[in-house]
């Protein structure tokens, strides 16, 4: 019984971990463009903006192997997934939240 009460906390607290480094990483990349790009239409239509999105993707996969957060051989297809629709999801809201209102950093 304890041992279920265990991996249970453990896998909560490690998807906690994933999901929150993508989306606050999705969150930063969007500011990122939102410096490097500005706002208005020319930031809209910057194509350039999708090589940082993916930059960070990208990124995040030696971290959280780094880290530690799963074991050798945990890390699958869906975990890859899972990672780069959230932080796309992420830097997608963000940064279109960022440009229609007209923020300047």
């Known amino acids: 019984?304890?041992?279920e009460s265990i991996s249970d906390r453990y896998e909560h607290i490690r998807s906690?971990?994933?999901t929150a480094l993508s989306a606050l990483l999705?969150?930063?990349?969007a500011f990122v463009c939102l410096s490097l790009y500005g706002t208005g239409e020319a930031g809209a239509q910057n194509q350039e903006?999708?090589?940082v999105v993916l930059g960070a993707i990208v990124i995040q996969f030696p971290v959280i192997k780094l880290s530690g957060i799963y074991n050798e051989g945990e890390f699958g297809a869906k975990h890859y997934l899972f990672?780069?629709?959230?932080?796309?999801?992420?830097?997608?809201?963000?940064w279109g939240i960022l440009l229609t209102t007209g923020?300047?950093?």
Do not use: H, K, P, Q
């Open 83 to 94: 990672i780069a629709f959230m932080t796309f999801s992420l830097w997608f809201v963000t």
């Open 26 to 29: 999705g969150v930063a990349t």
């Open 16 to 18: 906690v971990s994933v």
């Open 1 to 3: 019984m304890s041992t």
């Open 49 to 51: 903006a999708l090589l």
């Open 103 to 105: 923020v300047t950093i």
